[in-house]
């Protein structure tokens, strides 16, 4: 009930805007979201190197309603691509395709998407291509593909609520695409998506196991430590070295568990979002996990 109301409330654009020009906005979301500038997104990333945490940077904002909007958000990607290479920071950048022009045109979206891949292939680096809602998975993976064959620096994002994905990964890793699995953050009908979270949270661990066995460079991402146990159990006993994979969760969730998997060995890499339109983000984030409203109210509560 919570998790529809959160999902709910995150498409209001009304509250949006007023959410997003709070002056209490900082105080808010500093938990989850770096900042609303570069420069602080990227003293959060040497941060995390300093602790052995890799990052992947998330200009917040998607669904443009230009391609010149979309334009601005390929060049604020340059530019944070630009800033890595220089700063010798091993991260990567996450796109939404919605940020970059899907809406609008195909062809001007993979323009856009292309000229970040190019620039990330020249410093090895690589781009995090977002999947959003399931009408948009097709049109995403068929991006992917394209870039790949001609870069091979990019990562698709595979969700565990939809039906379809245990083909779609089967599809990518005849491809050698890298795949980052999450369970899925949007509302979807019954007839795409496991409605019942022992479902997803079931075929989660099959395509997992799927990725860990015949994946390239896969990424886990979850905050699950069943999940996170059942992982390591699986390339322990298969002897799966740890430069073989990673784990991913988000920037602000889980920050002793982070430093646990780190201290074992294991590769971390953190979601960290940064930039002004962040109220979808982080009302998703909020509604994905009761505990995180539950920790949000406590520390306004402090004040």
Not at 80 to 101: C, F, N, Y
Request: hydrophobic share 45%; aromatic share 8%.
């Amino acid at each position: 009930m919570l998790r529809s109301l959160l999902l709910l409330l995150s498409r209001q654009s009304w509250l949006r805007r007023w959410m997003e020009t709070s002056p209490a906005a900082d105080r808010l979301t500093s938990r989850f979201i770096a900042g609303s500038t570069l420069e602080r997104e990227l003293a959060v990333c040497t941060r995390l190197q300093a602790e052995g945490i890799l990052a992947t940077l998330d200009h917040l904002g998607e669904s443009v309603t230009s391609l010149e909007d979309a334009a601005a958000a390929r060049d604020d990607y340059l530019a944070a691509l630009d800033r890595l290479d220089a700063l010798h920071l091993p991260a990567t950048v996450s796109v939404k395709l919605t940020q970059l022009g899907l809406d609008f045109s195909e062809d001007a979206c993979r323009a856009n998407v292309e000229r970040l891949v190019e620039r990330a292939h020249a410093m090895n680096s690589r781009v995090e291509i977002d999947m959003e809602s399931s009408e948009y998975v097709d049109r995403t993976l068929r991006l992917v593909s394209a870039l790949h064959a001609r870069y091979a620096s990019v990562r698709a994002v595979i969700q565990s609520y939809l039906y379809r994905s245990e083909s779609d990964i089967e599809a990518l890793c005849r491809q050698g695409i890298p795949v980052r699995l999450c369970k899925g953050a949007y509302r979807e009908p019954p007839d795409v998506a496991f409605p019942k979270k022992k479902d997803v949270d079931a075929n989660y661990v099959r395509l997992m196991i799927q990725l860990l066995d015949r994946g390239t460079c896969p990424a886990l991402a979850t905050h699950d430590v069943q999940m996170l146990r059942r992982a390591i159990t699986h390339v322990r006993e298969r002897n799966i070295a740890p430069d073989r994979f990673e784990f991913q969760m988000l920037y602000g969730v889980g920050r002793d568990l982070q430093r646990r998997l780190v201290a074992e060995g294991f590769r971390i890499r953190l979601y960290v979002p940064y930039g002004n339109a962040w109220y979808p983000y982080f009302m998703r984030r909020l509604a994905e996990r009761p505990a995180n409203v539950l920790f949000l109210a406590r520390n306004l509560l402090k004040n």
